[in-house]
């Protein structure tokens, strides 16, 4: 039995594997950073739009048009808000949520934290 020859088979073998999940890594990430790219420019676009709409909002004298300028911003709003959480469903595997300034919500331990930390004793 060619130990050496195993060897060899076994290390070529794992190359090939290696190199495979290194390819699909590469295309998975160059996709990955075309959509985040996509996303960027088009929610970009929508925050310009609103400010845009802001900033002729308070140049408006008269109410009708006011309430017209608003309107248009929160439905711009609300399409970027949708956009956000589409975004985050399809990549980030997370649902976004409203939480108010300087209130977030803490962030739980990492994994490793949680493994090995002393969990308190039950009151009796």
Not at 8 to 17: D, K, Q, R
Not at 65 to 94: H, L, M, P
């Given at each position: 039995?060619?130990?050496?020859?195993?060897?060899?088979?076994?290390?070529?073998?794992?190359?090939?594997?290696?190199?495979?999940?290194?390819?699909?890594?590469a295309i998975q990430r160059r996709e990955q950073r075309?959509a985040f790219g996509a996303y960027s420019q088009g929610?970009?676009?929508?925050?310009?739009?609103?400010?845009?709409?802001?900033?002729?909002?308070?140049?408006?004298?008269?109410?009708?048009?006011?309430?017209?300028?608003?309107?248009?911003?929160?439905?711009?709003?609300?399409?970027?808000?949708?956009?956000?959480?589409?975004?985050?469903?399809?990549?980030?595997?997370?649902?976004?949520?409203?939480?108010?300034?300087?209130?977030?919500?803490?962030?739980?331990?990492?994994?490793?934290?949680?493994?090995?930390?002393?969990?308190?004793?039950?009151?009796?």
């Open positions: 039995m060619d130990w050496g020859l195993i060897v060899s088979v076994i290390g070529i073998g794992l190359t090939l594997f290696f190199g495979g999940i290194s390819f699909y890594q075309q929610l970009y676009n929508q925050l310009s739009r609103i400010g845009a709409g802001a900033e002729d909002l308070l140049r408006r004298d008269d109410l009708n048009g006011a309430k017209r300028i608003a309107t248009g911003i929160n439905e711009v709003s609300q399409g970027a808000r949708n956009d956000v959480i589409a975004f985050s469903r399809e990549y980030a595997r997370f649902i976004p949520y409203c939480e108010p300034q300087w209130e977030p919500k803490p962030l739980p331990p990492p994994w490793w934290r949680r493994i090995f930390s002393k969990r308190p004793a039950a009151p009796s």
